[in-house]
């Protein structure tokens, strides 16, 4: 079973701070990674993906990949109250193209 | 990005009784569409993989009788829950890619209620 886990929390973090947030997976064979954010009712909307290992930037939002300790993260700075959502952690298998989500980490950020 | 589109957005409908919901790409070719169910403060849940002209490929646990899912067109997929059930109620979405290397878009969700 292939597994993806996140830390469901919720974390909290004051605005303006940095927000962290883990994912590690259990298939090593995984070669796209995915960060969705989710509104409360609303339907997941795509912040970032990444394929290789390193850090890929796109404004506030940094994706960190380290495929040997089969783990990504995603980093956003300058976290602003309008940041708090479930955000959703997702690998796609090497075949098939199918989405593997975490449970979703849920983070709020106080003014 | 592309625009998946679902409808009905919200729907409720009597025990027993069955609902079809629409999955359209509007922009593009769908090679692929995934069926999800998301029940309140959980991850979402792939039930299905649909590709157009052919079977869906269901996951493990989910009633291929009860989830009746149809991909007649590159641009429409359909998910009919039969004979539904409250236990059935839950947010119902799709995605779909153009084609295996493309990236998954997301529809905006139903919500079925069974009452």
């Known amino acids: 079973q292939k597994e993806v886990e996140q830390n469901s929390g919720p974390l909290s973090v004051p605005e303006g701070a940095i927000a962290s947030l883990n994912c590690t997976y259990s298939d090593r064979g995984s070669q796209s990674f995915f960060w969705y954010r989710q509104y409360s009712g609303k339907s997941p909307e795509l912040i970032m993906f990444?394929?290789?290992?390193g850090d890929k930037e796109d404004g506030r939002f940094t994706a960190q990949l380290n495929k040997a300790s089969q783990y990504v993260s995603l980093l956003i700075r300058d976290s602003q109250p309008s940041d708090s959502a479930t955000y959703l952690c997702a690998v796609q298998e090497r075949q098939g193209g199918k989405l593997i989500f975490g449970q979703g980490t849920e983070l709020s950020v106080k003014p | 990005g592309a625009v998946v589109s679902q409808h009905p957005s919200r729907v409720i409908c009597k025990s027993g009784t069955s609902v079809k919901i629409e999955c359209r790409s509007l922009d593009f070719q769908a090679t692929t569409m995934f069926w999800y169910r998301q029940f309140p403060k959980q991850s979402l849940m792939l039930m299905a993989t649909s590709n157009e002209g052919s079977k869906a490929t269901y996951e493990q646990g989910v009633e291929k009788d009860k989830f009746l899912i149809n991909h007649a067109s590159l641009t429409l997929s359909t998910l009919t829950v039969t004979s539904a059930h409250p236990e059935d109620s839950s947010f119902y979405i799709c995605?779909?890619?153009?084609?295996?290397?493309?990236?998954?878009?997301f529809g905006e969700g139903s919500w079925l209620t069974v009452v």
């Open positions: 995605s779909a890619r153009k084609d295996r290397a493309d990236t998954i878009y």
């Open positions: 990444i394929y290789s290992n």
